[in-house]
């Protein structure tokens, strides 16, 4: 009988400890059990991505259409712009192709031409 109330006794002290059958992890009576925290929502961003993004400031202005150059990737943008941010693009097709006409600068934005028509699809091209 003594060590069927010892059984008992230790049963409820586990039970009030938050101890469960497969938890090996020891808890002192009265001791709080520890509640898992949830990941976030979101992962917050990482640097690579945050580095790798290119600015967008200055990148179509213009004042004369001389201030544009076509760009494979980007499209018609600020030549500066061009020549700071993306010092080596390799290009076969795309917004800089034989069929590409030079840019021109309109209300100061460098604005793509191809075939001799505006070409909507390489104008303030927004491509990180």
């Known amino acids: 009988m003594r060590s069927g109330l010892t059984l008992l006794a230790l049963a409820v002290a586990a039970a009030a400890s938050g101890c469960k059958k ?4 020891p808890r002192p009576v009265g001791a709080p059990t520890a ?3 949830p990941p976030p929502a979101t992962p917050p961003p ?3 991505a945050t580095a790798t993004a ?4 200055g990148r179509w202005d213009c004042v004369k259409d001389l201030d544009c150059t076509n760009s494979c990737e980007y499209g018609a943008v600020n030549r500066a712009w061009y020549t700071k ?5 390799p290009c076969e097709d795309g917004c800089d192709g034989p069929w590409s006409d030079n840019p021109q600068c309109i209300d100061g ?6 075939n001799g028509k505006r070409a909507p699809s390489c104008t ?3 491509r990180e």
């Open 22 to 25: 497969d938890d090996p992890t």
């Open 35 to 37: 509640t898992p925290t």
């Open 46 to 48: 990482t640097a690579t």
């Open 54 to 57: 290119l600015p967008t400031a």
């Open 85 to 89: 941010n993306v010092p080596n693009e």
């Open 109 to 114: 934005g460098c604005v793509a031409f191809q």
């Open 124 to 126: 303030r091209r927004l």
